[in-house]
Each structure stands twice: as C-alpha cells, then as structure tokens.
C-alpha cells in the first residue's frame, strides 16, 4: 500500500542535498528542489525517483501520485501553527505559549526541506499550487499576535502593538534560520536548537515587562510543547 501525505510529519519548507536515511524525506527533498528549478506541473515522477536515487516503484511505495509529495511538502509548514492554534486558547500566562510557538517555528524553519525564502519564492510563482503557505503565513502570524495581545492584556509584556510585535518575530525567525543555513563568512555559526533559542529569547527580551522571568519561561515553554508533542525534543 501506497504511504501518502496523511502520514507526514511537520516541519516548514533546503535545496538538494546529501541523503537523510529517510527515503520518504529524500523524496520530499529532492521533488522540492525540482519544483523550484523547473516548477510543479513539469515535474514529473520518473525525475523525483532519478533525484532521489530510487526505482519508480520504490517511489510509489511512499508516494501514489505527485499530488501526494505536494501535500506532504505543505504539511510540513503546518506543525508550529498547529502548535499555536493549540496554544492559542489555553489559559494561563501568556509568555510561555508565545515562547514555544517562536521556538517550534524556528527549529521548524531550519529543519524544513528548503530554505523559507526560497519556499516563498516558489509559492509566488506558482500560487496555483502553492497559494496554501500564504493563507497558513496569515493564521501564524494572527495567532502570534492573539498571544503578544494576551500579554500586553495580562501585564506580562510591555504596551505594543501586537500585529507589528508578530511581524517582527516571524521575520527574525526567517533570518535566522537564513543564517543557520549560510552562515556568513567570518560570523558564528549556530545549530538549529541555538537559532531558535536566540530567536526566541530575542523577542521575549523585547516583550517582558520583567526580564528576570525569562529562565522559568523557557522552561515552562519546553513543558508545553512535550504535553502537546510527546515526541519532541526538550
């Protein structure tokens, strides 16, 4: 039986490269990368099994049809707003929930199968059949504001207007995981986990109205994402 996108993963949509040891993400992978260089519609399977270094039948096995590794790319960009939609409507302090939303984001962005600027790229050109990352963007990006909002409500965060608060964050987790991806020549470079950290710090330092919280926040951030994903690293 044919595995399709119902049994993706999340993550956020890097351009091919060396080999996963998960032929279902070298799929992933190597079909992004075609769709960027040569767009959707003229991509066919026999390419994507050639990139992948697979048989066309070893292909079907993960993916029936081409539409199938298209979802499962666009599914991959769902997992932090799947987290924020969860997060959203809790109860309780608002840092906390903001903190696991901007840290599941980045590590998503860095561990996507292309690079989020490229993605965006792509989805521009192709809105046919990439229009979905704009509409999941929007719903990201209003989440985030709900909780800056629920913060500036409860006196965790400092007045500030929290569409222009949602916007900045989101846009220094796209820079970073710019960096974490190629980093400039004479700067540090950063693992995944450390990029999101900073992201995350960075914005929550800007928000607190008391930045000696700042260390319990991450934790109880860290909490709310294992209760909510198991399987997820601390």
């Not at 929930?97 to 998503?108: E, G, I, S, T």
């Not at 820079?175 to 004479?186: A, K």
């Not at 990029?195 to 934790?219: F, K």
């Amino acid at each position: 039986m044919a595995k399709d996108a119902a049994s993706s993963t999340a993550g956020r949509p890097r351009l091919s490269g060396a080999p996963t040891g998960s032929p279902r993400q070298d799929i992933i992978r190597e079909a992004t990368a075609l769709f960027v260089a040569k767009g959707y519609a003229e991509t066919t399977m026999s390419e994507i099994a050639r990139s992948a270094g697979l048989r066309q039948s070893s292909l079907y096995y993960w993916f029936a049809r081409k539409e199938h590794i298209l979802q499962a790319l666009l599914e991959e960009n769902r997992g932090s707003l799947a987290l924020a939609a969860a997060l959203e409507v809790q109860t309780g302090p608002a840092s906390p929930r903001l903190y696991a939303v901007l840290h599941a984001d980045a590590m998503q962005l860095c561990s996507a199968p292309l690079d989020f600027y490229e993605f965006e790229r792509v989805a521009r050109t192709q809105p046919q059949n990439f229009g979905a990352f704009f509409d999941d963007y929007a719903a990201l990006h209003r989440l985030t504001a709900s909780l800056v909002r629920q913060g500036v409500e409860s006196g965790e965060f400092q007045a500030i207007d929290s569409d222009d608060a949602a916007t900045a964050a989101l846009g220094l987790n796209e820079g970073l995981q710019r960096h974490y991806r190629q980093p400039l020549p004479g700067l540090r470079s950063y693992t995944a986990e450390q990029v999101s950290g900073l992201s995350a710090d960075t914005t929550l330092a800007r928000l607190l109205v008391l930045q000696a919280d700042l260390a319990d926040i991450r934790a109880d951030a860290a909490a709310l994402t294992a209760a909510w994903n198991p399987s997820a690293e601390s």
